[in-house]
């Protein structure tokens, strides 16, 4: 067995100290004592464009918890519009509060203030815990929002096209895996059923897979259990269960010290962000481990390719056909990693980066 031990760092409590740590250009606090309003905007790059990145709304342990969230997923952000040829800069928000019970239209809307007050540096779209509703109500305060509802002229809720991505990745993992792409009789695992999850689910039954599902929703596992077939497992036990994919498509980290010893799959292929708790640890520890991984902000870059076209007036089909272009690029990255001798994470950051800094030079210019 492979020992997989994480490098010692002792924890940055600097709040500039973090932001600095990945170069990030900006990060806004906002706050509102009528609303509850708790919320963080970070920005990590904007050489390719506006930062483009959806809201969160979670119920955070502490709110330095809510801030490495932040940061982690903007600068995911960042690499996801590159690596996926858009005009994007990265940018997340997270609202510290559970979405059933602490959301209002108030909150939604004085929120949409702060986002207007950053004149077009950052603009929204919908994550965990909002929905097209809620995006309405942002715009009724700002124009530098996405994913309106379909009847405000908006794209929609992201999520089927996300997950249209992430299926596309998981097919090209298996190509490389077992030479062919075909899911059909592949036993998988799905960590969380989600807006996301809930529709790679779906395309995963229909090419008749064998699949294994939990979520912290016990009433949504029974429904989709029902209408898929597919068997439910306990929240813990979904790293222990024998299958060739697990998925994760729920919170981020989940590829850590503890669970890269319990994994039983040949690929890891899912929709959730920043799913290595250290990309320099567990990024060749995969590796070594013999496991195919589909960098996440790769193969779920299918939400970002749709509110793109949202705001450059797109239509859904040139969104979808961009998003199945993730196949072919999933296909290089594996075979830019097997040249270089690297991990497929390390691999896809490289791609994304010299993009940004090929512009970067672009931008010196004028």
């Known amino acids: 067995m492979i020992e997989v031990k994480e490098i010692e760092t002792a924890p940055e409590t600097s709040v500039f100290g973090q932001i600095s740590e990945h170069q990030h250009e900006q990060v806004v606090f906002c706050h509102d004592h009528d609303t509850g309003l708790k919320a963080i905007i970070g920005i990590h790059n904007t050489v390719l464009g506006p930062a483009l990145g959806g809201t969160r709304m979670w119920t955070y342990a502490s709110e330095a918890e809510a ?9 995911g952000m960042t690499y996801k519009s590159a690596i996926s040829g858009l005009n994007l800069g990265g940018g997340k928000a997270v609202i510290i509060g559970d979405s059933k019970k602490d959301k209002t239209e108030a909150m939604m809307r004085k929120f949409g203030r702060f986002v207007n007050n950053l004149n077009g540096k950052y603009i929204t779209a919908e994550d965990m815990g909002m929905t097209t509703q809620d995006m309405a109500y942002i715009g009724m305060e700002t124009k530098y929002v996405a994913g309106l509802p379909e009847s405000q002229g908006g794209s929609g809720d992201p999520s089927p096209v996300t997950a249209y991505g992430t299926y596309m990745g998981m097919k090209a993992a298996a190509k490389k895996a077992w030479g062919s792409d075909s899911l059909s009789g592949k036993k998988i695992s799905v960590q969380g059923t989600g807006h996301v999850g809930g529709y790679l689910i779906d395309y995963l039954a229909k090419e008749g897979a064998q699949l294994f599902i939990t979520d912290i929703d016990q009433e949504r596992l029974k429904r989709i259990a029902a209408n898929t077939g597919a068997t439910v497992v306990g929240l813990d ?16 980290a989940t590829l850590n010290d503890d669970t890269l010893r319990r994994l039983k799959c040949q690929v890891i292929a899912g929709c959730a962000n920043n799913q290595l708790k250290n990309e320099d640890v567990h990024g060749p520890a995969l590796d070594e481990l013999g496991i195919i991984y589909a960098p996440d902000f790769l193969i779920n870059a299918g939400g970002i390719i749709n509110v793109y076209s949202e705001v450059k007036k797109l239509n859904r089909e040139w969104a979808m056909q961009q998003t199945e272009q993730i196949y072919q690029t999933t296909l290089n990255i594996f075979a830019k990693a097997e040249a270089a001798g690297i991990h497929t994470q390390k691999a896809a950051t490289q791609l994304a980066q010299k993009r940004i800094d090929d512009m970067a030079k672009i931008k010196q210019t004028y």
Do not use: F, K, Q
């Not at 801030?67 to 600068?75: C, K, N």
């Not at 036990?237 to 994760?248: F, K, L």
């Open 67 to 75: 801030l490495r969230d932040v940061l982690r997923l903007s600068r």
């Open 237 to 252: 036990e979904i790293y222990d269960v024998d299958v060739d994919i697990y998925s994760p498509c729920a919170m981020g």
